[in-house]
């Protein structure tokens, strides 16, 4: 009975406007947007991972926030064509672009992962997009020990 009423009332009334009369309306409570602010970074690492399939770039803050990425794929090369040199300069060129239009990326320190075709690639490809190169490491994993040996044979 008491919601029939709150019914009859809440149609009763035109002359109030529709977004001070139904609260869940989106343009009642929307909050007022704030402006986005520019995150500038102008120190940061580059990470690029070469297998023989495909090369991955990343650019990172100092953090390791990930600021850019991209990847042979990603830029549109497909099966074996992934894997070769001018692929990673591709990927990389793109990626370096977005990182130094969006945040200002003036320096990086590069790591290098993987024994593709792409790791020198990526590495020049920075150079002719003016940013400079601090310092360059390989982070390439080394087997240690091998893998674990078979149990022992029981007779």
């Known amino acids: ?3 029939e009423e709150i019914k009859t009332t809440a149609t009763e009334t035109t002359d109030t ?3 001070q009369e139904m ?4 343009a009642a409570t929307a909050p007022s947007k704030k402006k986005k602010l520019k995150k500038t970074v102008a120190y940061g690492q ?3 991972q070469a297998t023989f399939n495909n090369t991955i770039v990343s650019f990172t803050d100092q953090a390791g926030g990930v600021l850019s990425t991209s990847s042979a794929g990603a830029c549109g090369f497909r099966g074996s064509k992934k894997g070769t040199a ?3 300069q591709v990927a990389a060129e793109k990626a370096a672009n977005v990182a130094k239009t969006q945040y200002g990326l003036s ?3 590069i790591f290098v992962k993987g024994i593709g075709q792409g790791r020198d690639m990526a590495m020049r ?3 002719n997009m003016d940013i400079a190169i601090e310092s360059i490491k390989d982070v390439t994993g080394v087997p240690h020990g091998g893998v674990r040996p078979r149990k022992a044979r029981r007779n």
């Open 1 to 3: 009975m008491a919601e």
């Open 17 to 19: 406007p529709v977004s």
């Open 23 to 26: 609260p869940d309306s989106p």
């Open 46 to 48: 580059m990470h690029v």
């Open 86 to 88: 001018y692929a990673a």
């Open 107 to 109: 320096k990086v320190d």
């Open 125 to 127: 490809a920075i150079l």
